[in-house]
């Protein structure tokens, strides 16, 4: 049975960093041609992709967040870990992790966990 | 940048048949796959299509996907309509030119 489960803060000050931590069970994180994305949604809104990163460790970023993402996964503990610096109010959203089978989409969903930014 | 573009709403009775597009800005929408996700008041995303027309299994054969190369556009079709399908649906695919993966706007659907 493939779960993911988001753990992190649910109150960020602005210009902190936020870490979330993605741990999946049911596949290891080395399994060929599957990864774990981060993707979020502002309260009312649609849904945003924001980073995945494979097995083979290839990562890719939103273009219009490039510069304040790092994803990054360690295999051991089936973990993956997305931070993000800077954070603005704007950036209030329910935040997913979601595994992701080569180019066909995400097939499992986390929960997902609401940040909140303010001060 | 690539976009998907939905329609903001659609509603339609129980028992009918709805259709909600999904129109790619630009490209080919054949040139990836396009999935579509189920998300109900509340609730994480779930996967209905993906691979254009693939069915996850526990997904009820009346929802079907589909590809229409002419118009660039992907559509989620829904038969049979019952309340439990009311929902927000969600199109994604991936850019290319830029390694991003889209997601369209979102579809509100009322069955009523």
């Known amino acids: 049975q493939v779960t993911l489960k988001e753990s992190g803060p649910v109150l960020v000050k602005p210009t902190e960093t936020l870490t979330l931590t993605c741990t999946v069970s049911g596949f290891s994180l080395s399994n060929a041609r599957v990864g774990v994305s981060w993707i979020r949604q502002p309260p009312g809104k649609a849904l945003e992709w924001l980073a995945h990163i494979f097995s083979n460790d290839e990562e890719s970023y939103s273009t219009s967040l490039k510069s304040r993402l790092t994803i990054s996964k360690d295999t051991s503990k089936s973990q993956v870990v997305l931070t993000m610096t800077n954070m603005d109010p704007v950036d209030t959203a329910t935040y997913y992790c979601a595994r992701i089978k080569a180019l066909a989409g995400n097939d499992y969903w986390g929960q997902g966990t609401l940040v909140t930014v303010s001060s | 940048n690539f976009m998907l573009t939905q329609p903001h709403s659609v509603s339609e009775s129980p028992g009918k048949t709805v259709t909600i597009s999904c129109t790619g800005s630009?490209?080919?929408?054949?040139?990836?796959?396009v999935q579509w996700y189920q998300q109900r008041p509340g609730s994480a995303p779930t996967t209905v299509i993906y691979?254009?027309?693939?069915?996850p299994s526990g997904v009820p054969d009346r929802f079907s996907g589909s590809i229409d190369s002419p118009s660039n556009s992907a559509s989620l079709t829904i038969s049979g309509l019952k309340t439990e399908d009311e929902a927000d649906y969600y199109c994604?695919?991936?850019?290319?030119?830029?390694?991003?993966?889209?997601f369209g706007g979102g579809t509100k659907l009322t069955v009523l």
């Open positions: 691979e254009d027309k693939q069915r």
């Open positions: 994604q695919s991936y850019d290319s030119s830029n390694g991003n993966w889209v």
């Open positions: 630009s490209g080919s929408i054949v040139n990836n796959y």
